[in-house]
């Protein structure tokens, strides 16, 4: 059995093969939709013809075992030089598929869901779906050549990015929990415009009395106080105090085992020297990013942030710019923080007022310049990570001086970002 090259050997390989997926006709090209139980694949000569229309793949690894059999009798019999399989990600249960044939000697890439989603309506003008329909679909797509690199990060980087899944989810019940206090029990006290007496606030669990909006309100009507004696109603106070309690204590030992092992990637060490990056922040980065070595070009990580610039145009109308919000919501996220934590140092504060400025009358304009100050720390996360040199502000301005639209040469910039449609805080700190 072959072994799984290293990731800047896959990586090199994956250009040359996306550059030449269009022409080359000597492949055997394999879409693989994936499932739980059995996976379903059709086997295509590149550009030439379909060999299995369907072929049903057992989620065992006999069923790996003879599907690699039947893909490597039908390459000698055509006489192919590799085989690239395409599959569509689909939670984890593609990794033991992906993980086999990377070690037969495969190429393995991914296709996004958003593509796989809008092509298969093109391939026979209707809105069914099915699996023989989705391996159909993705072998379409490999022939165009629409694929993403299937990255596999060595174990530092792989253990850092189950943390860090890990710690989302635990922020995110952390956030319920207090939805939960202020849009279910909250309101059973009473009117929630009015102030808890402060014989309420004094009964409820210290978690709790931590979430209340507005402090003891002593002209409280005793009603409001009543509520606070029913038991149920104390009980599950109670519970719900319990469950904060214990979910902040994990968030802070999944931070602290975060961080621990951050600390052993010398990336993680230059990320910590730029403003407003703390511990927690740099280590989200280093796991979304990943390897700056995959990145050739600073608009390719712009994108995986999703703080590339889009707008819609036609004939001689142009709409406004705005954020994709097409890449990593959580690497998003994370440079919105460390751009409100850079603004707490003189120069990065004067930076945003200047922006703010630039906006005047705009209601969205505090968020959109947050906006532009993550896009400039993205940029220099990605001079520190290529150059493997700290940051020095003594080298020059920390940001450099706004420019106008006629010295960016038509370029968009985040100045035209539009109001969110959402909260931009996707993870709750």
Not at 95 to 124: C, K, P, W
Not at 144 to 169: C, H, M, T
Not at 215 to 222: G, L, T, V
Request: net charge positive.
């Amino acid at each position: 059995m072959a072994t799984i090259p290293d990731n800047a050997t896959r990586i090199k390989r994956f250009r040359e093969l996306k550059a030449t997926l269009r022409v080359r006709h000597d492949r055997l090209v394999v879409g693989i939709d994936i499932a739980k139980a059995q996976h379903v694949a059709q086997i295509r000569w590149a550009h030439t013809r379909v060999l299995d229309p369907t072929l049903t793949i057992p989620n065992t690894h006999a069923g790996f075992e003879a599907f690699w059999a039947r893909l490597d009798a039908r390459r000698r019999e055509a006489g192919l030089a590799e085989i690239v399989c395409a599959v569509e990600p689909t939670g984890t249960y593609h990794q033991a598929l992906a993980t086999f044939l990377e070690q037969q000697g495969a190429t393995v890439v991914f296709v996004s869901n958003h593509v796989a989603q809008l092509n298969r309506r093109t391939l026979d003008g209707t809105w069914d779906k099915s699996d023989p329909k989705d391996a159909h679909n993705l072998c379409d797509l490999l022939e165009q050549g629409k694929v993403l690199f299937y990255s596999l990060p060595d174990e530092p980087l792989a253990e850092l990015r189950r943390l860090v899944r890990l710690l989302r989810r635990a922020r995110v019940e952390r956030s319920a929990c207090r939805v939960r206090f202020k849009t279910t029990l909250l309101p059973q006290f009473g009117p929630v415009g009015d102030g808890l007496a402060p014989a309420v606030v004094a009964g409820l669990p210290a978690p709790l009395r931590a979430l209340l909006p507005k402090a003891a309100d002593a002209s409280a009507p005793p009603a409001r106080a009543g509520a606070a004696r029913r038991p149920a109603l104390a009980y599950e106070c109670t519970d719900l105090a319990a469950q904060l309690t214990a979910v902040q204590a994990r968030i802070a030992d999944i931070e602290a085992e975060l961080v621990r092992r951050a600390d052993r990637l010398p990336a993680y060490t230059l990320l910590r020297t730029l403003p407003g990056i703390g511990p927690t922040i740099a280590a989200i980065l280093v796991a979304e990013i990943g390897d700056i070595a995959w990145y050739t070009r600073f608009s390719q990580l712009r994108k995986l942030a999703g703080l590339d610039i889009v707008s819609v145009q036609t004939g001689q109308w142009t709409g406004s710019g705005r954020i994709s919000k097409a890449g990593r919501a959580l690497l998003r996220w994370a440079l919105y923080q460390a751009a409100i934590g850079a603004t707490r140092s003189p120069v990065w504060r004067a930076r945003r007022e200047t922006l703010i400025a630039k906006r005047q009358g705009n209601r969205y304009a505090f968020f959109q310049a947050n906006v532009e100050l993550a896009a400039k720390l993205l940029r220099l996360v990605w001079g520190v990570w290529r150059s493997g040199r700290p940051y020095d502000p003594a080298r020059g301005p920390a940001v450099a001086p706004a420019k106008s639209h006629t010295q960016t040469r038509g370029r968009r910039r985040a100045s035209i970002v539009a109001p969110p449609t959402r909260s931009p805080i996707l993870l709750r700190p």
